[in-house]
């Protein structure tokens, strides 16, 4: 008598939908995934829906809206293991620009009736809500992380955690650092690792769209990019505040090469 | 046998020969290359593939390719990648396992590499290899694969006539003209008497391979023009590192000031370690597959600069940037001595070219030179 396959369940808040279709983007994997989990609740790939609880919960996006605020206490109380997975449940997303102005402004710019537009006037991660077992960053996660965490899950192994510079990746690669040898204004030194240096590998710097590394040393990045590259303040707000522009470290760095606002 | 011979000469077209013979003997040839405006190790068929005029600007945090007129096939000092990786891959599968009826099946990879021939190693990097067999040949353990790879590998290397802006081999010794652990030592030069190169043997394999293709004695005025180039390289060094006393201030001054300043800077990136033809750091990386039945174990090229380094139960060790670059620093030139009896450093430059923020490892130790050393002179 075979065992009962756990149940996963994928959510989704304010989000792109673009780490779910990373899930779809599988292929074989999303065979042997349906093999291993009951796929219980995943509204963006089947109509089935079986009721909780679940085992896994892997969720996408931010909250933003009124309704999400209790939205999210529910998928908490439904689920053993909650993953955030993606730039909007682990930093509030590109979204989150809204959290540096008055939502209000852009609601009024933007629609004809700003008043049907509810929303909050900030947009959250998930763990600023609820308790989170794990988050994934990326924009989107790299499939194999995901794949690895439920793994983890499903058969009590470590969770993968890559918390250290794109850098390490990129020289592991082999690919020529292109701020050093091109002069581009390249994040990695104080962004996650998890892509596999995919922008520097294609004479790209890095957007950071895998979020702050741990200890990041974002203010000397900065002075490095003013000083020596000729950036602008203003071009170094916009480097910082673009993914995960919500994100303590790389909020802090945006925000101290803003003008100060003019008197009166 | 290792040790010197008289000099020889080679032509240019010897030199094609003789990179002819080791790929007719089944060498893979790796040498300098050129795509797409990176340099790098790449294998090449011979000497129509090496970049030609090719130098490069190098201060710290910055590197630039520049484009000369001349036809030097090795007038610049090194790029960012050394040749760890031919020994040290970044990434090695160490074993797998599959799970069946009855139990774990664990196998160990086949590793049948073709023996390669590195053409262009330069000074630095020989002793880098110098520094990597006594770390993973000498000690109590040796590193099977690593020694595989090592002892399968033919050294074509080249002395350095042009070094570059974050070059410091001379104060170390371990430049600008190789001593050792070649098969074969070339000097370039471009002189009046045309393209051509000065070749001293290190090895049986070396004079073997060199008796398959044209080439004759130096004169003594060939041997005298390519010393006299060498002497003037070893002069021209972008960076100077005094090691007089160096290991003794190291140890009286954990507390220098200048690690906090160092930190305001440091990004524990890690690119500093990573680029060092000597930092051998990894760690052991699982996975497991949604089923649960197959298994592998890789081994990873790490650095010393991220928190899960110094991971020991209960937290990291080393939880601040300071004491992360004070571990790396103090290592490669101090606690190394102890542990494996040299230098962790061969004064390449790369370190310093290579990070991001151009921290300059010979500027940090002149800084820290400078003061501290109180509580009466700690003996």
Redesign the interface.
Known sequence: MPRKKPKLAVWKFTSCDGCQLSLLYLDD?LV??A??VEIAYFPEASRRRLPGPYDISLVEGSVSLPEHLEEVQRVRRLSRVLIAFGTCATSGGIQALRNFTDVGDYARLVYERPELIPVLAESTPISQHVPVDLELQGCPPHRGQV??A???C??G??PP?T???V??EC???????V?????LP?L???TQAGCGALCPGC?RPCYGCFGP?????TS??A??FRE?LGAKEAELVRAFRLFYANAPAFRLESEAHEEPPRPG | MRGRSPALTLTLEGLQALLAELRRQGYSLLGPSLV?????HREIRGVADLPRGVGMEQEA?????VFREDAELFGYPV???SWK?VFFP??RLVWQAVRSAGGWEISLPREDLPPVALLGVRPCDLAAMEVLDRVFLRGPYVERSYQARREAAFIVAVNCTRPGGTCFCASLGTGPRAREGFDLALTEMVTGEGHWFLVETGSDAGRALLETVPHRQATAAEVEAASRALAAAAGRMGRHLEMVGLKEHLYENYEHRHWAEVA????????CA??CPTCFCHHLE???????DRASRRR????C????HSYIHGGSVRPT?WSRYRQWLTHKLATWQEQFGCLGCVGCGRCI??????IDLTAEVAALRRGETPPAKRE
Do not use: Y
């Not at chain 2, 945090?61 to 390719?65: K, Y």
């Open positions: 994997e042997e995934l093999e291993c794949v690895a439920v793994a983890a499903l058969h192994a470590p955690r918390p250290a510079s850098c390490l020289k592991r690669a082999g690919h020529i650092c701020l050093v040898s091109r002069g390249c990695g030194p104080v004479h590394k741990e200890t990041p040393k000397s990045l002075r490095w020596r | 797409q405006g990176d340099f790098g945090g910055t590197f630039r390719l790029g960012q990648p990786p970044p990434s305001g800077r440091c990004l524990t990136c890690g690119n990573m680029v699982d996975s497991l597959n949604l089923r649960g990873v090229q790490d650095v600069f991220t928190v899960a940037p070219t290579w990070c991001p923020v151009g």
